[in-house]
């Protein structure tokens, strides 16, 4: 998956770059093609790649998580 996204990060990238490199007919679809893989491919990919084994509890602001940070932040000072 990590490759996947590398790939196709270098793919929009680099499409993007030749639209705006080389004046042809077809520049301005290299530019949307590029920016539209980056949103469409990319972003939600490496979205799921990076939280695909977290929990969204943790990060949620209950009462629980509440007074972890209070009691972390009483042991630091």
């Known amino acids: 998956m990590k490759y996947l996204i590398i790939v196709l990060t270098v793919a929009a990238v680099g499409s993007i770059a030749i639209g705006f490199i080389f004046e042809t007919e077809y520049s301005q679809k290299f530019i949307g093609f590029g920016t539209m893989g980056?949103?469409?491919?990319?972003?939600?990919?490496?979205?799921?790649?990076?939280w695909k084994d977290k929990d969204f509890?943790?990060?949620?602001?209950?009462?629980?998580n509440l007074d972890k940070m209070r009691d972390k932040e009483k042991h630091n000072f």
């Open 38 to 50: 980056l949103f469409v491919l990319v972003f939600p990919l490496f979205a799921y790649y990076r």
């Open 57 to 64: 509890r943790d990060y949620m602001l209950t009462k629980e």
